[in-house]
Nanobody, 124 residues
């Protein structure tokens, strides 16, 4: 059983940066694929980025490639999302998620554990 807690959201001007963190409390964190998703009001949950259990493979949505960086620290049971060059369209609640076994990285249904979300607001 994994419990995930996100932190680091907030309000930033367009062009600015924010770093999100996700802390896990379970004992098997290192075997999970970890992902970040986001959901804006009135929209479906959207894939942002994912990282394999070893950190050797990373995946990004086209809309964030070159601006966002996902990383993880298995010893600390944490995953991070560094967001640079933020745009107003990045405004959403950002969720951390964990998936065991073979996953389709972009499919939220493959992730069995979710955090409560953290709000990111980018002003123009």
């Amino acid at each position: 059983q994994e419990q995930l807690v996100e932190s680091g959201g907030g309000l930033v001007q367009a062009g600015g940066s924010l770093g999100l963190s996700c802390a896990a409390s379970g004992r098997t964190f290192s075997i999970y694929t970890m992902g970040w998703f986001r959901q804006a009001p009135g929209k479906e949950r959207q894939f942002v980025a994912a990282i394999s259990w070893s950190g050797g493979r990373v995946f990004y949505a086209d809309s964030v490639k070159g601006r966002f960086t996902i990383s993880r620290d298995n010893a600390r049971k944490m995953v991070f999302l560094q967001m640079n060059s933020l745009k107003p369209e990045d405004t959403a609640v950002y969720y951390c998620a964990a998936a065991a076994g073979a996953v389709t990285y972009m499919n939220p249904r493959d992730y069995g554990y979710w955090g409560q979300g953290t709000q990111v607001t980018v002003s123009s």
